[in-house]
Every structure is written in C-alpha cells, then in structure tokens.
C-alpha cells in the first residue's frame, strides 16, 4: 500500500474472508488503497498500537457488519476509534445481522441480495466524501452519545426500530420512556450486548426498578419485576403483588395469561402485541403509576408475606 495516499480502513472479523475479498478487489478496481491488518502490520509491531494508528490516519473506514463482526471486540475497537476521530464510516452488511448501539444511527449499504449493485453503491458514497479534510472540532455531547457503544436516549430506541415490528415497539418505547422520565426518579440504561431501559423509583436503601424495557431481539418487551419488588412494602406482600399481576393480565388474550408462579419472578409484555394501542399503552401506564404511588407511600414500612 502506498503509504503517501489515503486509504481505507477494512473493520472486518478474520472469519469473513469472502465478504472481505468482495470489498477489497472492490476499492482497487476503483482505485482506493485498502488497510488490511493482517497484510499491513509489520512483524514485531505492537499489534494494538498500530491498529489504533492505522485508524487514526485513514481517510475512511469500512465495516463488514455480519454476525462474526458483532463478536469481534476488535471490530467495535475499530470502528468506535473511528467515529471518536470523526472519520467518514461506511457500513457494508451482508447477512441479517442487528446493527450494534453505536451504529444505528448510521445507513448502511446493503449487500446480502445485489452484491454487485451494492458494491457500485458504496464505491459511489465513498466518492462523495473527502479523504483528505482535517478533522473537524471535537463531537458535541449529544453526537457523543449517538455513537457511543452504551445504550442512551439517543441510540436505544432507533436499535429498537431495527427489531421485530420495529416501527411500533420504538413508539412505545420512546413513550415509556418519556412517561417514566415524567414520572419516576431516575431513567437508566444498562447493556451492550442486550441494550435495556430502566425506571427507577428512590425508595428503600438502593431505590426499586418499576419497569425495564428490554431490547430482545426476538421480540422487545417490557418487564415489570414483581419478584425484585417484594423486597418493598407493600409487594413484600404476595397479594398485592398478585394484584398487579392480575392487572397485567387484563392486558394480555386469554392465551397469554400469566401464572401465579410469576408474581414472585419478572413477568413481561410484549410492545408490539400487548401494548400497541393508545388504550392498552394508557391502561399500562396506570397499572405503573398505581405501583409507584404504593412503594412511596409506603416507603420505610415492611409487612410480613401474607399468601
């Protein structure tokens, strides 16, 4: 490679060698130099060193998202060191994986169906960028957040959008989301692999979770913990705990009902299915407004377990 001319940084899992060889005969047909790790690293080098140095000096970088990628912590290495020095980052996917929390806020070429087509796609958007411009002044605090590798405000709902019925389950994410800030103590995020968003209520010694909206890939869901929240007057009592449980379930088809046993575990609902209606949404959140006026009034107080 031609160390005086810019060139483009390859993020790739080792595992990905044909997806790599589509991209890279790609960028020198097009006459781009490509930074491969395994070709460009001299012997003895520090190997961690000349990674982040090679980033930090390229004019782009290309991620070949697939599922070996998100299991590469090199890959996240990479690219997160790229978007903190605000190179151009292109996103070739070529199988069905989700986008992990610090890309989804970036468009992504498709390669899975048209390789052909979506190679001239890229080569064309690459074409449009500078390799050569000086960085620009450091991120904002919100930019920040939008390519950071936590959840946040600013990621976890559109990491949600990518998911099973997507467009609903972000819709009522970002409303329980909006409610909770409104309403309870504390809005947290927790989770790179599984990215979820908490509600906290500051009652007892550490403070009580009232719901968790959990960012499964299967299905999105939001959990209300009944089993942690009996360690709080007055669900230390396992009727009232019920009592919520039964609440939930006016929510659910009788096909999904939920058993007694989980008044004492973490019972969910799913977004989309359960509460993708303004009127079951609105019947939800008062099931949650009744959970957190209890633990405050309630709030230095035990009883004992009565069944």
């Known amino acids: ?32 130099d490509a930074w491969i790790d395994v070709d460009d690293i ?24 697939t599922k070996n990628a998100l299991e590469s912590e090199w890959v996240e290495r990479e690219t ?4 903190n020095a605000r190179k151009p980052v292109f996103i070739a996917l070529f199988d069905d994986s989700t986008l992990p929390i610090h890309l989804v806020n970036r468009q992504y070429t498709d390669f899975r169906k048209r390789p052909d087509a979506a190679l001239k796609r890229l080569i ?18 919100i930019a920040q ?3 950071s590798a936590n959840p946040n405000e600013h990621n976890f709902f559109k990491y949600i959008e990518q998911l099973p019925d997507g467009a609903v389950c972000a819709r009522v994410a970002r409303d329980l989301y909006q409610w909770g800030d409104a309403n309870a103590d504390d809005m947290s995020f927790t989770g790179r692999a599984a990215p979820a968003c908490h509600a906290n209520v500051y009652v007892g010694p550490g403070g009580a979770t009232v719901f968790s909206i ?25 009727a009232e705990r019920l009592r919520v449980l039964n609440a939930l379930n006016r929510l659910l088809p009788d096909s999904d009902k939920l058993g007694d046993e989980r008044a004492d575990k973490l019972p969910n609902l799913p977004l989309a299915k359960t ?22 009034k309630h709030d230095g107080s035990s009883s004992p377990d009565v069944t």
């Open 145 to 147: 957040k939008r390519i």
């Open 80 to 83: 997160l060191v790229a978007l």
């Open 42 to 65: 001299p012997d003895g080098s520090s190997w961690m060193r000349e990674i982040e140095k090679a980033v930090l000096g390229c004019g782009a970088m290309i991620v070949i998202l």
């Open 124 to 141: 064309n958007a690459l074409g449009k960028v500078s390799l050569t411009a000086p960085l620009p002044t450091p991120v904002s605090s």
């Open 1 to 32: 490679m031609n160390s005086a001319k810019p060139y483009i940084f390859i993020s790739h899992s080792k595992k990905d060698e044909s997806a790599l060889n589509v991209i890279v005969n790609g960028l020198r047909v097009a006459n781009y």
């Open 275 to 296: 509460l993708g209606t303004d009127a079951a949404l609105d019947a939800f959140k008062r099931i949650l407004q009744g959970i957190i006026d209890d633990l405050r």
């Open 214 to 238: 959990r960012a499964h890939k299967r299905q999105p869901t939001v959990e209300v913990p009944l089993g942690r929240l009996a360690e709080f007057a007055p669900f230390d009592q396992r």
